[in-house]
């Protein structure tokens, strides 16, 4: 592993703040495990399906400071994929074939080979996908991404917590919803989100300690209200559940709502969202290499079932395949009511 060794460092400063995290939810009064809950549903231990998602953290850096981040990202966060994990990682992605290849961080587009990884992805046949802030690609250095984007035909996925400013700016930091709209406009511009291939898809964190509503009617909510109030378009909204750890946990810490919160989750688990959690079909690829079930399991620093390989260097499929997917008491932010993944309700 020396050929990461210059980044391995950040990773363990950050490791005391995921072992906290980790005891801080070991010590809420639930009625019951997640592991209890998935027996019930006759899933566990939990394992997983085809590998079909090669999910890839680049980096802690972004441009904003959300209140709900999991990533604990900011313009402060150094941590970056080094050269060697991510010639691992295409090389892991056009060997096995993966069909889609999801490039999350901080804001990716900070990532010095940024445009590389998607073009090299995107010609090797992969299904890109790129997770935006909606407010990176209006930088002067990255105004070119767009374009890039829709050359390649890579889907965009984008938050947008409201279709109005007082609930966007109060979770992603003042004068960000106006910087996402026009971060919008420019993508429907290229033809994202009006009918011509180029997929632009919305992602939406309630706003508040409560679950999302129904996908479907928020998604027509959404729809007809950015049409009206600024004649935009997308095409699908994803709802995801804040999940109960980094900053979203000390944001439920601090109002004291931290066991109101988890007890909602449990009560609320869903055994047909658990059949279906993204961790089933989906490998997360951490900064430095290091493999986990899901970016949140990775944000804990909840590395892979001892048994098959650790890192990117070193895995194939057929090993991942055997492994029993790692779980805790967070992973019922994923199963409750309507389920939550990176690409919204499972259920």
């Not at 010590?27 to 939990?46: M, Q, Y």
Request: with cysteine.
């Amino acid at each position: 592993m020396g050929r990461v060794l210059p980044t391995l460092h950040k990773r363990e400063a950050g490791l005391a703040s995921a072992v906290a995290q980790r005891a801080r939810l070991a010590e809420v009064p639930l009625a019951r495990t997640f592991e209890e809950s998935l027996a019930t549903s006759g899933l566990f231990p939990l394992r997983p399906t085809r590998l079909e998602i090669l999910q890839v953290n680049v980096g802690r850096r972004c441009n904003q400071t959300c209140k709900h981040c999991h990533v604990d990202a900011g313009p402060d966060r150094s941590e970056v994929m080094p050269r060697a994990v991510l010639e691992a990682v295409l090389a892991f992605l056009a060997q096995h074939r993966i069909p889609r290849f999801d490039i999350t961080g901080g804001a990716p587009e900070l990532h010095p080979d940024f445009r590389e990884m998607v073009v090299r992805a995107a010609r090797g046949g992969a299904h890109v996908m790129h997770r935006c802030n909606l407010t990176a690609i209006l930088l002067p250095n990255y105004a070119d991404i767009p374009a890039l984007l829709a050359e390649h035909r890579v889907e965009v996925i984008a938050s947008l917590p409201y279709f109005q400013a007082r609930e966007t700016d109060a979770q992603r930091g003042e004068g960000v919803f106006e910087e996402s709209i026009e971060g919008i406009r420019r993508l429907n511009a290229l033809g994202y989100g009006r009918g011509t291939g180029l997929e632009l898809n919305l992602v939406a964190n309630p706003v508040g300690t409560f679950l999302p509503g129904s996908q479907a009617g928020l998604e027509a909510m959404w729809k007809r209200e950015l049409k009206r109030r600024f004649d935009l378009d997308f095409d699908h909204l994803f709802t995801i559940t804040n999940m109960p750890i980094s900053r979203y946990l000390e944001f439920l810490d601090e109002r004291g709502r931290t066991v109101d919160y988890m007890t909602r989750l449990v009560n609320a688990y869903n055994p047909a969202a658990a059949a279906g959690v993204m961790c089933r079909n989906t490998l997360s690829v951490g900064y430095d290499g290091r493999l986990f079930d899901c970016d949140f399991n990775q944000m804990l620093d909840l590395g892979l079932d001892a048994a098959v390989p650790q890192w990117i260097f070193d895995a194939t499929p057929e090993r991942l395949a055997e492994r029993a997917i790692v779980v805790g008491p967070h992973c019922y932010g994923c199963t409750a009511g309507a389920g939550s993944s990176c690409g919204g309700a499972v259920a």
